[in-house]
């Protein structure tokens, strides 16, 4: 009889990242990697409980999906109900508003995962003691970079606090445009922050760079693989965080979808279910669900624009593929090079907030554009920090929504994600007599680059299944009952 023995190995929570999910993985007889899988633990079911709500609701009610990220919901689920009232055009106060409480998201969020969550890893290396590798470690060591996290952070949570009414679970957009515009007094306070703001975003791309190419032997290795990518772009293929089409590249650059529309987004794009996972895997309908799923993010979005258009994040941009670009025209598939990309937008977003402070149209009274011809469906996408997010929504003539799906951009990378904790694993844990703790944190390492969500990444397509299984003590099955 062949020996068929297999130790499981559980990491549960993983750490210093938003929501919660667990790793497993098997290993055989020879202790080596036989499978290994990120599964998400919490199941939230928006889609389900939001039908039978106004429709109007729906920018304040699905951003409480999550409080690290509300502003994303917020505004896509706004733009999506200015399609359904025919508000096609917003006034430029109302559109500015929006997109200057936006980028103060992208900022404060990038801000929060680089220096909070991912640099004590990378400070302090992977396997350095658990007790130090954390926030903590980092005020200790490094309280100058400790504060400049902080303090960024807390910009770009005022700048949302003075766009959406409060720093999180705002109020900001309504359908057809924005309840309030930015006054001088509040433009002022923030502007008087800016210079400081620029220059830590500029030193910020300076520590990824130089981390990335330091370590360049083994971080171009670690969790990569050849992908696609895929991000919403303006008509011009200008990187844009708040509103575009869709553009999709494979793993040499070479183009798989150009330019869709959102509302066209189900004959591009699919979702597949599997039964070990709360979370989707959406994938190109074009390439089908083996070969056809992408990563989206910092990293997707500098390998699907064609340009950025402020000038330090596209001399960033730059740099980031002469050093480590694929080739001429080719992406970067370097998994670790998400916190490099992650930081370039983060420049991008100061720049963009700076430009906004100084335009007078978001000083303007005309805040709100009257609704046009009525839709009963609209599909609305937003690039959030952690990649392109979908809401699409269905209402009836009694204004009552009757369907909703979100695609959340965590989601587009759960088959990233499981391919990089398997990849890990098979590198680093194969045939290893003894499993450490700072072993197992490669795998978290891996998973933490995608600065995942997953908290508002836990969604069902149509019924959920529920099964129950109930066993004695010492594991015998003495009854299961299973709802379809």
Known sequence: MPNTKTERIVIEPVTRVEGHGKVTILLDEDRKVSEARLHIVEFRGFERFIQGRPFWELPVLVQRLCGICPVSHHLCAAKAVDGIIGADELTPTAEKMRRLMHYGQMFQSHALHFFHLASPDLLFGFDAPVEKRNVIGVIAEHPDLAVQGVMMRKFGQEIIKVTAGKKVHGTGAIPGGINKNLSIAERDVLLAEMDQM????????????????????????????????????????????????????????????????????????????????????????????????????????????????????????????????????????????????????????????????????????????????????????????????????????????????????????????????????????????????????????????????????????????LEVTLQTADGQTIDRRTKP
């Open 198 to 465: 620029l220059g830590w975003s500029l030193e910020a791309v300076k520590l990824a760079k130089g981390y990335t190419l330091d370590n360049i032997d083994w971080v171009a290795a670690f969790g990569s693989f050849d992908s696609n990518h895929l991000s919403i772009v303006r008509p011009d293929g200008a990187m844009d965080l708040y509103h575009g089409n869709l553009r999709a590249v494979d793993s040499m650059g070479d183009s798989i979808i150009d330019q869709v529309d959102p509302n066209d987004y189900l004959d591009v794009i699919a979702e597949e279910v599997r039964p070990w996972s709360y979370m989707k895997f959406p994938f190109l309908k074009k390439l089908g669900p083996e070969t056809g799923w992408y990563r989206v993010g910092p990293l997707a979005r500098v390998n699907t624009c064609d340009f950025i258009d402020t000038p330090l994040a596209e001399g960033a941009r730059k740099e980031f593929f002469e050093a480590i670009g694929g080739g001429v025209g080719a992406p970067c598939n370097v998994t670790m090079a998400y916190h490099w990309a992650r930081m370039i937008e983060l420049l991008h977003s100061a720049e963009k907030i700076g430009e906004l402070l100084h335009d007078h149209d978001l000083q303007g009274e005309d805040i709100v554009v009257p609704p046009g011809e009525r839709r009963e469906e609209f599909v609305a996408m937003i690039e959030a920090p952690r990649g392109t997010l979908t809401h699409h929504y269905r209402v009836d003539e009694s204004d009552q929504v009757t369907m909703a799906n979100l695609i959340v951009s965590t989601t587009c990378n759960n088959e990233p994600m499981n391919r990089a904790v398997r990849g890990i694993a098979e590198e680093h844990l194969s045939g290893v007599s003894e499993i450490t703790e700072g072993l197992l944190n490669h795998i978290e390492v891996g998973i933490r680059a995608y600065d995942p969500c997953l908290s508002c990444a836990t969604h069902a397509m149509g019924q959920m299944p």
